[in-house]
């Protein structure tokens, strides 16, 4: 009789685990195919799901880090707080004018609003790229002629259009200015006539400046809330995150293989497959060689992942091992940019030649068509209201800088060019939208 | 208590199987063409990240008889694209043909879709160009649309 009862008890409780079972699977499959719009009716396949997962952060994403490679210092807080300190210092140039900061504006995600730099003088000047999640790309500059933050950062110090200053210079700065920290960190600063210990300290600044780059990471959008409460992944106690109707059309769009495939190069979850493209963006001079110039410059570069300045043993630099390198494609291609903060990046593209979004969404419409030329994009051929809703999606990724308000500030010693009012709309949450950028505008068609 | 048991196991199988559809283990690791006229088999394999996205990866290529006999490769050429988009491959791989076998080594698919690649195979004997399309996407393992064995 006991015995009987058991069996019934052991029965309940199977058939109740067995409904939970099934409820559970119910909800699993209503989850994953996605009921998550406005108006509740958005439908996800299992496909798109991990297209979109894969796009977003805070789903376990976790992007890599080029600047770690080549920079042992990329970590380190020390070292981080001292290229703090450089990257907005104007001593750390000849004219005393300029530092990083001077084109690197935090509250416009670390670019100027500028079409390019007014010091830059060259028949082909581009525009300032966004340094916000910059450590997560193997190739710096629209040609990609640096491979890290580091050594980016050295060729700005020494080109007269930037900083303008000689090695010597600047490890002469740092003896003066600098020297408790920068020893600290890397030992006994060098003799004035040793050169090639100067050669090593002058790469120990760049690296300084590369933690603190390295530092900027975006800043999950409304775009990432809403995929992490998707896939399930969203921390219990935030909100979910609703798209409009608009921002749901805009991002199947981006994802569609028939109409906007912008996925194809804007993807991972910086948006960007590191990649240079050639889509014919008119630039001031058509003289740009783009990558196909960049790729034999980086090649050349002493800062390089396989030069002796680096940190990286020989089989982490599998990107300049393999280059890509001497073919016609790489004519006039650039940086496949990240989409990330895009509201605080204009003006757009390698020239800047595009003040807002829509004209560049316009351009992708109708680009450039020139017989003999390569170009890697086809005519999104859309009408008015679809590049309408994917501006909308676009503006769902602005998410501001994933990182404490004191590393967007200047530090106390840093020369008074940049009142804290200015660099103070950043927040770790997001920016303020600024006011529209000064752009000189040209006409794609020229 | 079996019958618990089994639906407990259930339970842990299916909460194992994530969003995307397919779990990291059971993306494959190699592929394998075959050609009946050709009495022949090619094995392309990777150790990581076999035909991912955006990773860079390293091929070990073998070729056979159907029978499964190892025939040595004397020279190795790699090409490929994304025909739709006009576009060759990404990097420039390198082709390393030792005794113990060939390796590609530095392929990298920076796009979804499909791509097409091509395998020129030199023997002692014979030389076969090996061409298939494969189309990548997110998650998912790779679908192989089409294979296709010429001589040389």
């Given at each position: 009789m006991q015995s009987d009862q058991h069996k019934s008890i052991l029965w309940l409780f199977t058939t109740v685990l067995l409904f939970l079972l099934i409820l559970l699977v119910g909800i699993k499959e209503y989850s994953s195919s996605g009921d998550s719009d406005v108006a509740g009716e958005t439908i996800w396949s299992h496909e798109e799901l991990a297209l979109l997962r894969s796009l977003a952060l805070s789903t376990g994403n976790k992007p890599h880090s080029f600047e770690q490679q080549t920079n042992k210092f990329a970590s380190s807080p020390a070292a981080a707080a001292f290229g703090h300190r450089l990257f907005f210092d104007t001593d750390l140039s000849r004219s005393g004018a300029t530092a990083c900061a001077s084109c690197h504006h935090p509250d416009k995600a670390f670019t100027d609003g500028l079409v390019h730099p007014a010091t830059h003088l060259q028949p082909a000047p581009r525009n300032t790229p966004t340094l916000v999640g910059a450590a997560h790309s193997p190739w710096q500059f629209w040609d990609g002629r640096s491979d890290s933050l580091w050594s980016q950062a050295l060729e700005a110090l020494e080109s007269p259009l930037d900083h303008g200053m000689s090695r010597s210079e600047v490890i002469q700065l740092i003896k003066k200015k600098y020297r408790t920290d920068y020893e600290a960190l890397f030992g006994m600063l060098p003799a004035s006539d040793d050169s090639a210990a100067i050669d090593r300290a002058f790469t120990n600044v760049g690296k300084a400046i590369g933690a603190y780059i390295a530092r900027l990471e975006p800043a999950p959008g409304r775009f990432d809330r809403y995929v992490a409460g998707l896939v399930g992944s969203l921390d219990s106690a935030a909100p979910v995150e609703r798209l409009t109707r608009t921002e749901i059309a805009g991002l199947k769009l981006f994802i569609s293989d028939e109409k906007?495939?912008?996925?194809?190069?804007?993807?991972g979850p910086l948006f960007t497959n590191n990649e240079f493209k050639s889509i014919n963006v008119p630039d001031f001079s058509g003289s740009d060689r783009g990558r196909l110039a960049g790729a034999e410059e980086v090649l050349r570069?002493?800062?390089?992942?396989?030069?002796?300045?680096?940190?990286?043993?020989?089989?982490?630099?599998g990107d300049l091992i393999y280059i890509k390198q001497?073919?016609?494609?790489?004519?006039a291609a650039f940086k496949v940019p990240t989409l990330r903060n895009l509201s605080f990046t204009a003006p757009y593209m390698h020239s800047g030649i595009f003040p807002r979004l829509a004209d560049v969404l316009r351009y992708y419409n109708h680009p450039l068509q020139r017989a003999g030329d390569h170009l890697d994009i086809v005519p999104l051929d859309m009408f008015p209201h679809e590049l309408e809703q994917l501006e909308a999606f676009l503006m769902t990724l602005d998410g501001g800088i994933n990182v404490d308000l004191k590393w967007l500030k200047p530090p106390d010693?840093?020369?008074?060019?940049?009142?804290?009012s200015e660099v103070l709309r950043a927040t770790q949450a997001g920016f303020q939208r600024p006011e529209a950028p000064q752009v000189v505008v040209i006409s794609s068609q020229h | 208590m079996n019958v618990l048991k089994a639906l407990i196991l259930l339970f842990i199988v299916f909460s194992r199987v994530n969003a995307e559809g397919v779990t990291q283990s059971q993306l494959p690791v190699s592929e394998r063409f075959y050609s009946d006229r050709l009495d022949l088999q090619v094995e392309i394999r990777a150790v990581e990240h076999f035909m991912a996205i955006n990773q860079l990866q390293h091929w070990n290529v073998s070729l056979m008889r159907l029978d499964g006999t190892p025939i040595v490769i004397e020279s190795l050429t790699f090409d490929g694209g994304m025909p739709a988009h006009r576009h060759g491959l990404p990097t420039t791989p390198k082709v390393v043909v030792a005794e113990s076998g060939a390796e590609i080594r530095g392929i990298r698919f920076s796009m979804p879709g499909v791509w097409r690649l091509v395998l020129g195979i030199e023997t002692k004997d014979t030389g076969v160009i090996l061409q298939f399309e494969t189309d990548l996407r997110y998650g998912q393992a790779p679908s192989f649309i089409s294979a296709e064995f010429r001589e040389l």
């Amino acid at each position: 009789m006991q015995s009987d009862q058991h069996k019934s008890i052991l029965w309940l409780f199977t058939t109740v685990l067995l409904f939970l079972l099934i409820l559970l699977v119910g909800i699993k499959e209503y989850s994953s195919s996605g009921d998550s719009d406005v108006a509740g009716e958005t439908i996800w396949s299992h496909e798109e799901l991990a297209l979109l997962r894969s796009l977003a952060l805070s789903t376990g994403n976790k992007p890599h880090s080029f600047e770690q490679q080549t920079n042992k210092f990329a970590s380190s807080p020390a070292a981080a707080a001292f290229g703090h300190r450089l990257f907005f210092d104007t001593d750390l140039s000849r004219s005393g004018a300029t530092a990083c900061a001077s084109c690197h504006h935090p509250d416009k995600a670390f670019t100027d609003g500028l079409v390019h730099p007014a010091t830059h003088l060259q028949p082909a000047p581009r525009n300032t790229p966004t340094l916000v999640g910059a450590a997560h790309s193997p190739w710096q500059f629209w040609d990609g002629r640096s491979d890290s933050l580091w050594s980016q950062a050295l060729e700005a110090l020494e080109s007269p259009l930037d900083h303008g200053m000689s090695r010597s210079e600047v490890i002469q700065l740092i003896k003066k200015k600098y020297r408790t920290d920068y020893e600290a960190l890397f030992g006994m600063l060098p003799a004035s006539d040793d050169s090639a210990a100067i050669d090593r300290a002058f790469t120990n600044v760049g690296k300084a400046i590369g933690a603190y780059i390295a530092r900027l990471e975006p800043a999950p959008g409304r775009f990432d809330r809403y995929v992490a409460g998707l896939v399930g992944s969203l921390d219990s106690a935030a909100p979910v995150e609703r798209l409009t109707r608009t921002e749901i059309a805009g991002l199947k769009l981006f994802i569609s293989d028939e109409k906007g495939q912008c996925i194809s190069c804007h993807n991972g979850p910086l948006f960007t497959n590191n990649e240079f493209k050639s889509i014919n963006v008119p630039d001031f001079s058509g003289s740009d060689r783009g990558r196909l110039a960049g790729a034999e410059e980086v090649l050349r570069n002493a800062f390089n992942c396989l030069g002796e300045f680096s940190d990286s043993e020989e089989e982490s630099c599998g990107d300049l091992i393999y280059i890509k390198q001497n073919d016609p494609e790489l004519t006039a291609a650039f940086k496949v940019p990240t989409l990330r903060n895009l509201s605080f990046t204009a003006p757009y593209m390698h020239s800047g030649i595009f003040p807002r979004l829509a004209d560049v969404l316009r351009y992708y419409n109708h680009p450039l068509q020139r017989a003999g030329d390569h170009l890697d994009i086809v005519p999104l051929d859309m009408f008015p209201h679809e590049l309408e809703q994917l501006e909308a999606f676009l503006m769902t990724l602005d998410g501001g800088i994933n990182v404490d308000l004191k590393w967007l500030k200047p530090p106390d010693n840093g020369r008074q060019q940049f009142s804290n009012s200015e660099v103070l709309r950043a927040t770790q949450a997001g920016f303020q939208r600024p006011e529209a950028p000064q752009v000189v505008v040209i006409s794609s068609q020229h | 208590m079996n019958v618990l048991k089994a639906l407990i196991l259930l339970f842990i199988v299916f909460s194992r199987v994530n969003a995307e559809g397919v779990t990291q283990s059971q993306l494959p690791v190699s592929e394998r063409f075959y050609s009946d006229r050709l009495d022949l088999q090619v094995e392309i394999r990777a150790v990581e990240h076999f035909m991912a996205i955006n990773q860079l990866q390293h091929w070990n290529v073998s070729l056979m008889r159907l029978d499964g006999t190892p025939i040595v490769i004397e020279s190795l050429t790699f090409d490929g694209g994304m025909p739709a988009h006009r576009h060759g491959l990404p990097t420039t791989p390198k082709v390393v043909v030792a005794e113990s076998g060939a390796e590609i080594r530095g392929i990298r698919f920076s796009m979804p879709g499909v791509w097409r690649l091509v395998l020129g195979i030199e023997t002692k004997d014979t030389g076969v160009i090996l061409q298939f399309e494969t189309d990548l996407r997110y998650g998912q393992a790779p679908s192989f649309i089409s294979a296709e064995f010429r001589e040389l």
